[in-house]
């Protein structure tokens, strides 16, 4: 076999599902071998960004490895935001990149597509990716490639490979198994023993999961952990939708002074966060009322453990996860309570938010009148589709239809939580479908639209039909908010709607409730299209979560009085 087909069944034996790309004359030779063999069905879109999110959203919802392929030069450096975004929110996501061969080189001309040096890309991939390769040499190629993919796995990172149009073809011995770095099972048995002894020294112990808890699969081990420690489970704003199917579902997402006063409150006083996968970013944390002492957190990401003022290196979130529940179920297989007990060697007094989660309500019951739209009937909206149709994975990019996800139903849901790129919306919704088979509802705004909505005409050859819903206040809205006075966040009018058709889907702009209702139950039966509801929204109609973000970041950035 080729080094191209060897690459090729590494990528599908780990948990590579598809390959999203776009190619150029440095890779034709690879997407020919890519098209030709159908190791792994190939995706093309229309334009780089799309591509990066495609592949982001899909390892996002199905696990394993998401694959970017794209030509030298322009391609590459059009995907470096979506990669730089997998890194920032750990995606792990494969950029195969095209190059020039040995001999074109080594001409002594300056190469198309190439910017300073031939090097530049690979040291400008070093920056947003967690491991690298160029894969030049047959011989070392499948140890370099099973490094690479190792460390893709291991930390949950974009990796990037450099593979020359002229190394395609040749032939290539198979690539070996990932090597598996073995826990340090001292570590790992005193970092349990302390944590155990955290929760059971916390009054107010609370359990929060962030997105390395899907990135790692841990959703059952962790909501089976939640329920035997009895702690109540929260998600960060990055981990909404996390846990939606297990026996535990959440109580809700910690959004600090945007959120739920309640569980801000929870959240805040404890002093006992464990906090399970969750990235320490402003965007989790940086609308909170007081600042949390994360001292007394347990934090767990990025394969150590943190609590107090020590670390423990080398401790794998599945590890930690997996030694807790040994230990937890073995106590309570004996018909022991839960941990607290375990912990303190006495039953705690069960404490009222002890309980099972009780997941927050979702505004339902949309009135179908003549009333204008809103951010908040829009999430109504869909609350009651859902409940009439069953759940839809929801791809949301940035602006305020992130912020209305907030009130939506709990479901699977993708989007740009923490590094905030605009344009991940539709393409990730497009990923969403091809890797999970359903139908996806996309929500996105008319700023975000304008970037990347159309790779929407790319559906009709895929039979991918997503309902896509545009927040269209002809406006950088979430913008506007923050600088009101500024005239460049008035937008015109696309028109959306009308250009669905064009693209392969149909269209309708709706400005009513009613129109709405009518329109989601419409697309909702209408299959094997997408379907594009374009939502007039007035300027400065803001989602209720939006609402409460911007004040609070005022609260806190506003010089006191
Ligand atoms: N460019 C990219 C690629 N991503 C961004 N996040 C931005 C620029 C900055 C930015 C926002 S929110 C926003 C911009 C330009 C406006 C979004 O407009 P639209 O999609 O219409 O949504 P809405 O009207 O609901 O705001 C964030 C703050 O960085
Ligand atoms: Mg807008």
């Given at each position: 076999?080729?080094?191209?087909?060897?690459?090729?069944?590494?990528?599908?034996?780990?948990?590579?599902?598809?390959?999203?790309?776009?190619?150029?004359?440095?890779?034709?030779?690879f997407?020919?071998?890519?098209?030709?063999?159908?190791?792994?069905?190939?995706?093309?879109?229309?334009?780089?960004?799309?591509?990066?999110?495609?592949?982001?959203a899909?390892?996002?919802?199905?696990?394993?490895?998401?694959?970017?392929?794209?030509?030298?030069?322009?391609?590459?450096?059009?995907?470096?935001?979506?990669?730089?975004?997998?890194?920032?929110?750990?995606?792990?996501?494969?950029?195969?990149?095209?190059?020039?061969?040995?001999?074109?080189?080594?001409?002594?001309?300056?190469?198309?597509?190439?910017?300073?040096?031939?090097?530049?890309?690979?040291?400008?991939?070093?920056?947003?990716?967690?491991?690298?390769?160029?894969?030049?040499?047959?011989?070392?190629?499948?140890?370099d490639?099973?490094?690479?993919?190792?460390?893709?796995?291991?930390?949950?990172?974009?990796?990037?490979?450099?593979?020359?149009?002229?190394?395609?073809?040749?032939?290539?011995?198979?690539?070996?198994?990932?090597?598996?770095?073995?826990?340090?099972?001292?570590?790992?048995?005193?970092?349990?023993?302390?944590?155990?002894?955290?929760?059971?020294?916390?009054?107010?112990?609370?359990?929060?999961?962030?997105?390395?808890?899907?990135?790692?699969?841990?959703?059952?081990?962790?909501?089976?952990?939640?329920?035997?420690?009895?702690?109540?489970?929260?998600?960060?704003?990055?981990?909404?939708?996390?846990?939606v199917?297990?026996?535990?579902?959440?109580?809700?997402?910690?959004?600090?002074?945007?959120?739920?006063?309640?569980?801000?409150?929870?959240?805040e006083?404890?002093?006992g966060?464990?906090l399970?996968?969750?990235?320490?970013?402003?965007?989790?944390?940086g609308?909170?009322a007081?600042?949390?002492?994360?001292?007394?957190?347990?934090?767990?990401a990025?394969?150590?453990?943190?609590?107090?003022?020590?670390?423990?290196?080398?401790?794998?979130?599945?590890?930690?996860?997996?030694?807790?529940?040994?230990?937890v179920?073995?106590?309570?297989?004996?018909?022991?309570?839960?941990?607290?007990?375990?912990?303190?060697?006495?039953?705690?007094?069960?404490?009222?938010?002890?309980?099972?989660?009780?997941?927050?309500?979702?505004?339902?019951?949309?009135?179908?009148?003549?009333?204008?739209?809103?951010?908040?009937?829009?999430?109504?909206?869909?609350?009651?589709?859902?409940?009439?149709?069953?759940?839809?994975?929801?791809?949301?990019?940035?602006?305020?239809?992130?912020?209305?996800?907030?009130?939506?139903?709990?479901?699977?849901?993708?989007?740009?939580?923490?590094y905030?790129?605009?344009?991940?919306?539709?393409?990730?919704?497009?990923?969403?479908?091809?890797?999970?088979?359903?139908?996806?509802?996309?929500?996105?705004?008319?700023?975000?639209?304008?970037?990347?909505?159309?790779?929407?005409?790319?559906?009709?050859?895929?039979?991918?039909?997503?309902?896509?819903?545009?927040?269209?206040?002809?406006?950088?809205?979430?913008?506007?908010?923050?600088?009101?006075?500024?005239?460049?966040?008035?937008?015109?009018?696309?028109?959306?709607?009308?250009?669905?058709?064009?693209?392969?889907?149909?269209?309708?702009?709706?400005?009513?409730?009613?129109?709405?209702?009518?329109?989601?139950?419409?697309?909702?039966?209408?299959?094997?299209?997408?379907?594009l509801?374009?939502?007039?929204?007035?300027?400065?109609?803001?989602?209720?979560?939006?609402?409460?973000?911007?004040?609070?970041?005022?609260?806190?950035?506003?010089?006191?009085a």
């Amino acid at each position: 076999m080729n080094l191209a087909e060897q690459l090729l069944h590494a990528l599908a034996r780990e948990g590579a599902g598809e390959i999203f790309g776009i190619p150029g004359d440095f890779a034709l030779p690879f997407f020919k071998v890519i098209e030709e063999s159908g190791i792994l069905p190939l995706r093309t879109l229309s334009h780089e960004p799309g591509v990066g999110f495609a592949a982001d959203a899909a390892v996002r919802y199905r696990g394993g490895l998401g694959v970017a392929a794209v030509t030298y030069g322009a391609g590459a450096f059009n995907i470096v935001n979506p990669v730089a975004g997998a890194y920032a929110e750990k995606s792990p996501v494969v950029v195969i990149s095209g190059a020039p061969g040995r001999r074109e080189s080594a001409s002594g001309l300056r190469l198309h597509h190439q910017t300073r040096t031939l090097g530049s890309q690979f040291t400008v991939f070093r920056e947003i990716t967690c491991d690298q390769a160029r894969l030049d040499d047959a011989q070392s190629a499948p140890a370099d490639i099973a490094r690479v993919l190792a460390s893709c796995k291991r930390e949950s990172r974009p990796v990037y490979l450099e593979l020359p149009r002229d190394m395609v073809d040749v032939p290539c011995e198979a690539v070996p198994p990932l090597a598996v770095v073995p826990d340090d099972q001292e570590v790992l048995a005193a970092c349990v023993d302390e944590t155990l002894e955290r929760l059971r020294a916390a009054r107010s112990p609370v359990m929060m999961v962030g997105v390395e808890v899907r990135r790692f699969g841990l959703e059952k081990a962790v909501g089976e952990l939640a329920r035997r420690l009895g702690i109540p489970l929260v998600t960060s704003m990055m981990g909404r939708g996390l846990l939606v199917d297990t026996s535990t579902p959440p109580l809700g997402t910690y959004l600090g002074l945007a959120g739920d006063p309640g569980l801000s409150d929870k959240v805040e006083r404890s002093d006992g966060l464990f906090l399970l996968g969750v990235i320490l970013s402003d965007t989790n944390f940086g609308v909170s009322a007081r600042a949390i002492d994360f001292r007394r957190a347990v934090l767990a990401a990025d394969g150590e453990v943190t609590m107090g003022y020590h670390t423990y290196s080398g401790v794998r979130l599945g590890a930690f996860v997996a030694a807790l529940l040994e230990r937890v179920a073995g106590a309570v297989d004996a018909g022991s309570a839960p941990v607290a007990a375990l912990a303190s060697g006495n039953a705690p007094d069960p404490q009222p938010d002890a309980q099972p989660n009780a997941p927050a309500a979702f505004p339902r019951g949309l009135v179908a009148d003549d009333t204008a739209l809103t951010p908040g009937a829009i999430a109504m909206a869909i609350n009651d589709l859902m409940a009439r149709h069953g759940k839809f994975p929801l791809a949301c990019d940035i602006g305020d239809c992130l912020f209305t996800a907030f009130d939506i139903d709990h479901t699977v849901l993708v989007a740009p939580g923490y590094y905030a790129t605009m344009g991940f919306g539709v393409p990730a919704g497009l990923g969403l479908q091809e890797a999970s088979g359903r139908r996806p509802i996309i929500m996105v705004g008319d700023g975000a639209f304008q970037m990347t909505g159309w790779e929407l005409g790319n559906c009709m050859r895929y039979g991918w039909d997503p309902i896509v819903v545009v927040f269209n206040n002809r406006s950088w809205e979430m913008l506007r908010t923050f600088q009101p006075e500024s005239k460049f966040n008035d937008l015109d009018d696309w028109h959306f709607a009308d250009a669905a058709r064009a693209l392969g889907g149909t269209g309708v702009r709706v400005h009513t409730q009613r129109e709405l209702v009518d329109a989601l139950e419409v697309a909702a039966v209408q299959r094997g299209r997408f379907v594009l509801i374009e939502v007039m929204l007035e300027r400065g109609a803001l989602s209720p979560t939006l609402a409460r973000f911007v004040s609070a970041v005022r609260r806190l950035t506003q010089p006191p009085a």
